[in-house]
């Protein structure tokens, strides 16, 4: 059984897209060979049936299909998103990846939370449905779920649910978020927990910098994730911002909203990793000229 993630998780966990063939049908190929690149890159943990994993395009059968391949392919921790409309598929998912040797799960809001109590108290009853025994990261990412949870909010689940061990932070902007909870914690107000960020990476210069332990998203270039939270986890400063500049380009257009995923598959089918870059309809396409403006990019930093 792989080892549950806790408050001290740091490092890199990719957000794992989910492979399919042009014709839909998942690709186990792929998925066996993001993994192995994925071990390549030093990760320290993998997040597999997240947002850009396309868990809700998903039938129930093929997540946990999903999910147990790669826990059972990788020796490092695996996150398994569980996110879903009612608590009973919720609970049902969980039951079942953590008896696969899941890490833990992942758990985001539904759009429908607009006041503290609100998310206050869905999360005492997603603790309920999975059991007070399983270690849940938190996901705060209100530019998609339109769920905006404050330092204050994030501090009252952490108290009152031991089992919430990791925000994944995609607040934007979010700096000031981190530097709030860290400042709890410095305060005695808060116990510590692991936070790791998303949003692409598109900040996790500084985000290290006020406090992150690390990164938990999709960007198709996880070895310098990997090496950005080495470094600046060892003060080196301008080291850690050159590299990560180096990659600035692509993360800005991978963060288009909408063709996200798109880049994302298209880079990765590029570098090998996948053999097709299909996604489950409703999706989004690139175009002839958004794939030459990519390669024009990978182009710029392979020189770099």
Known sequence: MNQSITAQSFGVFPIAPTPFHSDGRIDHDSLDRMADFYLSSGVTGVTVLGQMGEAPKLEASESLAIARRLIAHMPVPVVVGVTAPGFAAMRALT????????AGVMIAP????????????YYAQAVRAIGEDVPFVLQDYPLTFSVQMTPGVIQRIV???????????????GL???SALRRFESEGKMRHISI?????GLFLDFECERGADGAMTGYAFPDMLVEV????????????HDLFDA????LRYEQQPGIGLAVRKYVMMQRGILSSDTQRMPAASLSVTAR?????????LERA
């Open 95 to 102: 039951l079942e990846v953590m008896a696969a040797g899941a």
């Open 110 to 121: 539904p759009n429908t939370l607009r006041t503290d109590e609100q998310i206050t108290g």
């Open 159 to 173: 108290r009152d649910h031991p089992s919430c061990v990791m925000l994944k932070h995609e607040d934007w902007p």
């Open 176 to 178: 000031e978020k981190i």
């Open 196 to 200: 790791l960020c998303g949003n692409g």
């Open 229 to 240: 939270v080495r470094l600046s986890a060892q003060g080196l400063r301008d080291a850690a």
């Open 247 to 250: 990659h600035l380009p692509l």
């Open 292 to 300: 030459a403006e990519v390669d024009y990019l990978l182009a710029r």
